[in-house]
């Protein structure tokens, strides 16, 4: 069956460190990939999607994320995170079953420390 | 920026009551998705329509969820009745045909006491 992972229930960085969130999914084929940030109490905002083409793709408010086939995996990334970034993360996977049917993660919760 | 406006943003019923939901997707966005995201967990879809036809709705509990688009514009998610369990955000998004991304509404936080 497909399937999104996100492997981190949580994450906690330093402001101005990196960050790397996880993603992997399970599929047959090559997916349309998503990633959402929701911020407490309020809907998904999409910060970027992989469709074709470029591997690394630029989204929002400075992530980007890289698609990597081998690995099954849509990590987002930021080189320096702030304050402001804190919030849960959905990577989601949009599968072509006739219709789009879009599968979401169960969600990384981001803390950023001062 | 366009939005997806969705009504009430907080509602509380009672267990076995009836409670409805609005949702207003992008203009010219024809399709257009209700979720329901349980806390501490990804958005689970319900329905999805396109225009005013529902694709999918195998995830939608149908003996007390109802969904309509009457007009292949806005949108009416029913329950009735609620239970305990029906405690969630309720969340609406619209996308252009295809999918290249979702907008999404604000959401509903449904309490069921």
């Known amino acids: 069956a497909q399937s999104v992972t996100q492997p981190d229930i949580h994450i906690t960085v330093s402001e101005g460190a990196s960050l790397e969130l996880r993603c992997n999914y399970s599929?047959?084929?090559?997916?349309?990939l998503f990633w959402y940030v929701q911020s407490p109490g309020q809907g998904l905002q999409l910060l970027l999607k992989y469709f074709s083409g470029d591997t690394l793709v630029q989204g929002i408010k400075g992530f980007e994320a890289e698609f990597k086939r081998s690995q099954s995996s849509f990590n987002l990334r930021k080189p320096s995170v702030h304050w402001s970034d804190a919030a849960e993360y959905f990577c989601a996977v949009a599968l072509n079953t006739g219709g789009f049917k879009t599968i979401f993660g169960a969600g990384t919760r981001l803390f950023v420390k001062a | 920026e366009a939005e997806v406006a969705q009504s009430p943003r907080y509602k509380i019923t009672e267990k076995s009551q009836a409670v409805a939901f609005w949702c207003d997707p992008i203009s010219g966005h024809a399709t257009l998705y209700w979720y329901r995201q349980i806390l501490g967990q990804g958005p689970e879809l319900l329905v999805q329509?396109?225009?005013?036809?529902?694709?999918?709705d195998s995830q939608l509990p149908k003996d007390r969820f109802s969904a309509e688009r009457l007009k292949g514009v806005d949108s009416t998610l029913k329950i009735q009745p609620a239970e305990l369990g029906d405690s969630a955000m309720y969340l609406c998004?619209?996308?252009?045909?295809?999918?290249?991304?979702?907008?999404f509404g604000s959401g509903t936080r449904l309490t069921v006491v």
């Open positions: 998004a619209s996308s252009l045909r295809g999918n290249y991304g979702y907008t």
């Open positions: 599929y047959g084929a090559t997916p349309y």
């Open positions: 329509f396109q225009d005013e036809s529902v694709v999918d």
